[in-house]
């Protein structure tokens, strides 16, 4: 069991940049892939990107490539998903989850993830 805190999160203006951390207060981290969800108000929870355990392979969604960066640091039991030229449409509430089973294997699928962190706001402003 690996228990999750994000953080980093807030309120920035378009074209900013954020950077959400993912600590593990206990548990085996560096054993599971890591990934990265956003809820924004009225729509669904949707995948935003992965990261396997030992951090050498990444998915990310189109809508985010190429402005975020999914990473981890197992030494510090700690990923990270950093994100620049924020858009209003990047406003949501984003969770870490812990991902049981392969990287690959339904990555996408929040009901992969049987652990999940308590949630960051980030709100961007046009």
């Known amino acids: 069991q690996v228990q999750l805190v994000e953080s980093g999160g807030g309120s920035v203006q378009q074209g900013e940049s954020l950077t959400l951390s993912c600590a593990a207060s206990?548990?085996?981290?560096?054993?599971?892939?890591i990934g990265w969800f956003r809820q924004a108000p009225g729509k669904e929870r949707e995948f935003v990107a992965g990261?396997?355990?030992?951090?050498?392979?990444?998915v990310i969604i189109d809508s985010v490539k190429g402005r975020f960066t999914v990473s981890r640091d197992n030494a510090k039991n700690t990923a990270y998903l950093q994100m620049n030229n924020l858009a209003p449409e990047d406003t949501a509430v984003y969770y870490c989850?812990?991902?049981?089973?392969?990287?690959?294997?339904?990555?996408?699928?929040?009901?992969?993830?049987?652990?999940w962190g308590q949630g960051t706001q980030v709100t961007v402003s046009s």
């Open positions: 989850a812990a991902k049981s089973g392969s990287f690959y294997g339904n990555l996408r699928s929040g009901s992969e993830y049987p652990y």
């Open positions: 990261i396997n355990a030992h951090g050498d392979n990444r």
């Open positions: 206990r548990g085996p981290f560096s054993m599971y892939p």
